[in-house]
């Protein structure tokens, strides 16, 4: 009951979250996408983070582009037991405002979000993975994701 009470109410154990490679994508943002994205480099010096950012991608985002869309991006340390509101950071969010344009109604396009600082903020900047959760806001029953992934750019 405890479990069934906890879930209810947005929290939800870390462990049972699928990793990037296994969400199946594309796929619909018709509801909350949730998957552990792996990092391809941890434990970074003070100069690395100076000299590259890590980027959190989230492409392949497939939208018609004369409808008003939002979603909101929130990260987790892996390490977190539970998913909570207040072990969460704020990542971003995607918005496409409507383009009333006759060349085609679907639009494919990419998020890009700096996360270094916010994994240092997080204390997960030793993880080998983050949770990211994709949160529909408005307009998002038509919108596929093509996948989630984190890179590096000077």
Do not use: C, W, Y
């Amino acid at each position: 009951m405890a479990d069934k009470l906890k879930l209810k109410h947005g929290v939800k154990n870390s462990a049972e979250i699928p990793s990037a490679s296994s969400v199946v994508f594309p796929r619909k943002l018709d509801s909350r996408v949730r998957v552990d994205v792996p990092r391809l480099k941890k434990s970074r010096s003070r100069k690395d983070k100076e000299d590259e950012e890590e980027i959190l991608v989230i492409k392949g985002i497939e939208l018609d582009r004369n409808k008003f869309v939002k979603f909101d991006v929130f990260i987790n340390d892996e390490d977190d037991p539970v998913s909570r509101p207040d072990n969460t950071e704020f990542a971003g969010s995607f918005v496409n405002v409507p383009q009333k344009q006759s060349d085609g109604k679907r639009k494919n396009t990419v998020l890009r979000i700096a996360i270094t600082e916010l994994l240092e903020d997080l204390d997960a900047d030793d993880d080998d993975s983050v949770i990211v959760t994709l949160v529909p806001r408005a307009g998002t029953d038509d919108v596929t994701i093509g996948g989630i992934e984190i890179q590096f750019a000077s």
